[in-house]
């Protein structure tokens, strides 16, 4: 049974940080590539970040970019997203997903796993 358990998720201030993970169970972890979307109120899923399998390679969504850092951990089988300089427009439920070795990147399609989300609210 395939579980992606996310966790970190809070309130924080504008401009602090808060770092979130997600503990994968179920499938062979190394073989995945990790990411992140997120979805706010009245607004589309937009992708946030992805993190490829061996090599570690990763991707931000342009929103994202400098300010967030994907990373994964295969020996705890838990990919991390490290969130700075965040922003009210930030607040989202974030989700932890995976998809096949070789699948393309940041295409919701392409992630064939889904956590239930955290809810990361930046105040003002």
């Known amino acids: 049974q395939v579980q992606l358990v996310e966790a970190g998720g809070g309130l924080v201030q504008a401009g602090g940080s808060l770092r979130v993970s997600c503990a994968a169970s179920?499938?062979?972890?190394?073989?995945?590539?990790m990411g992140w979307f997120r979805q706010a109120p009245g607004k589309e899923r937009e992708f946030v970040a992805d993190v490829s399998t061996s090599v570690g390679a990763t991707y931000y969504g342009d929103s994202v970019k400098g300010r967030f850092t994907i990373s994964r951990d295969n020996a705890k089988s838990t990919v991390y997203l490290q969130m700075n300089s965040l922003k009210p427009e930030d607040t989202a439920v974030y989700y932890c997903?995976?998809?096949?070795?070789?699948?393309?990147?940041?295409?919701?399609?392409?992630?064939?796993?889904w956590g239930q989300g955290t809810q990361v609210t930046v105040s003002s």
């Open positions: 179920g499938f062979t972890f190394k073989l995945y590539g």
């Open positions: 997903v995976g998809r096949r070795s070789g699948s393309r990147r940041s295409e919701p399609a392409s992630y064939v796993y």
